[in-house]
């Protein structure tokens, strides 16, 4: 039956009682989706409470969003070790700034490759949904290449998959489904000599690359450093602590950037122009960027990052200890898993997880159970191993029908 508005509105109180009461049951985020701590999250609320009714839409009509907004993505090119001449947008989360990243690159094919009557876009098959979205918004042909056996992109595929008419290459740091860097260097190369665009997909990875780099963690190289990178898109919302929803797109320079903005002439407003896909957007998310960033800086970046990575150390041993479990090597903050044996699967696993409480993410090919991990006290991780544990040990009794892998994002 349809809800219907309720005839007489409830009391404050009431609808505090029914918040609570719905969200009782709903899974345990903690450790799977990249949390920085309580502190932040408190830093990122009190931010995003004072901003609550504010729209960045208005731009420097609203001059502190303004100049918080401003602050954030001159911080974010900094990371990213964009040049004088790097500019950067920021946006409502990783799909937006894949999608105006795609639309920049079509933009600058159009303007620069007018010969091309059907642009091409060439992702390895590990490449965001976002990219596939994107291009059907934009109709553009997609081509997502096969992975090398170690889950990276296959550098001698992708360079057979190039034709004339390929505008663009994508190469992620890391891949979601995998945990993995694409060999970002030699794509940008490749890009670089047929004259093409290169994109980087740093969404997960893209704000905490660069604090693993100071803690020592060796990476591969993924940002404006590296010679034929266009443009890099890293989401705020996901390392980068920042309340949902707020991600950023960085261009190597002011000449790519100037393909992405869009603008309306002939309605009777006058010019409208966006930079970037959507119109209205909660202010909340960009002082709360801003306000994690400024609360954290470089030294509670490393720190988080440090905890992160004890997390995943922690989860590791414990899974390893597990008979019948298999931890997938990933390069930065996803942790993955799998059965190795045939007496039960990643799909029995991830619904006794679930019917514990947890959150997991799921990987359908091969099936394995995936959590990004935070940067929460490791007693999280000892709950959760626990639990892990007694599923495995009871597996008998968890049925595949009691839940089903969720294979969104
Ligand atoms: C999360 C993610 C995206 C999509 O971001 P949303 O914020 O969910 O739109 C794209 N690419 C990668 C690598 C991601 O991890």
């Not at 989706?33 to 990122?44: F, I, L, R, T, W």
């Not at 980087?200 to 020592?216: H, K, N, Y």
């Not at 990178?229 to 980068?240: E, M, N, P």
Request: some cysteine; proline content about 7%; overall charge negative.
């Amino acid at each position: 039956m349809r809800t219907t508005l309720p005839d007489r509105g409830l009391s404050l109180s009431d609808i505090e009682g029914e918040l609570e009461a719905m969200k009782a049951d709903d899974p345990d985020f903690s450790l799977a989706s990249m949390k920085g701590g309580a502190d932040v999250d408190e830093v990122a609320r009190l931010a995003f409470m004072q901003y609550f009714e504010e729209n960045p839409l208005l731009g420097q009509r609203l001059p502190s969003l303004w100049r918080m907004q401003t602050e954030v993505l001159d911080m974010a090119t900094d990371l990213m070790h964009g040049g004088p001449d790097a500019a950067a947008s920021m946006t409502t989360g990783g799909s937006e700034s894949i999608f105006c990243a795609v639309h920049a690159i079509r933009e600058w094919a159009r303007a620069t490759k007018p010969e091309i009557e059907r642009p091409r876009l060439v992702i390895p098959y590990s490449a965001h949904a976002a990219f596939t979205k994107s291009c059907h918004y934009m109709n553009i042909e997609l081509v997502r290449v096969p992975l090398g056996p170690d889950y990276r992109a296959d550098l001698t595929a992708m360079a057979d998959a190039v034709t004339p008419d390929t505008i663009g290459l994508v190469g992620s740091a890391p891949n979601w489904p995998y945990g993995r860097y694409d060999p970002i260097p030699e794509l940008a190369a490749l890009a670089d000599s047929r004259g093409i665009w290169m994109h980087v997909d740093a969404c997960v990875g893209g704000f905490v690359a660069p604090f693993a780099e100071d803690l020592g963690v060796q990476l591969p190289r993924w940002d404006l450093r590296v010679h034929g990178v266009c443009s890099i898109s890293a989401d705020l919302h996901k390392y980068g602590f920042a309340p949902k929803p707020a991600s950023v797109v960085v261009y190597r320079s002011r000449e790519l950037h100037a393909y992405q903005p869009h603008v309306v002439t002939d309605w009777p407003t006058g010019p409208y122009r966006t930079e970037t896909v959507v119109g209205t957007r909660p202010g909340g998310a960009v002082a709360g960027a801003w306000a994690v960033m400024r609360y954290l800086g470089r030294e509670g970046f490393r720190r988080t990052t440090a905890r992160m990575l004890n997390n995943k150390a922690q989860l590791t041993a414990g899974v390893r200890e597990i008979p019948g479990l298999t931890v997938l090597d990933t390069d930065l903050g996803q942790f993955i898993f799998h059965p190795d044996t045939e007496l039960f699967d990643s799909q029995t696993v991830a619904a006794g997880l679930r019917q514990r409480g947890w959150f997991v993410f799921g990987v359908q090919e091969p099936p394995m159970v995936s959590l990004v991990v935070s940067a929460v006290e490791s007693t999280v991780v000892d709950r959760f191993l626990n639990d892990l544990e007694a599923v495995v040990a009871g597996i008998g009794e968890t049925t595949r029908a009691e839940g089903e892998l969720n294979y969104a994002s």
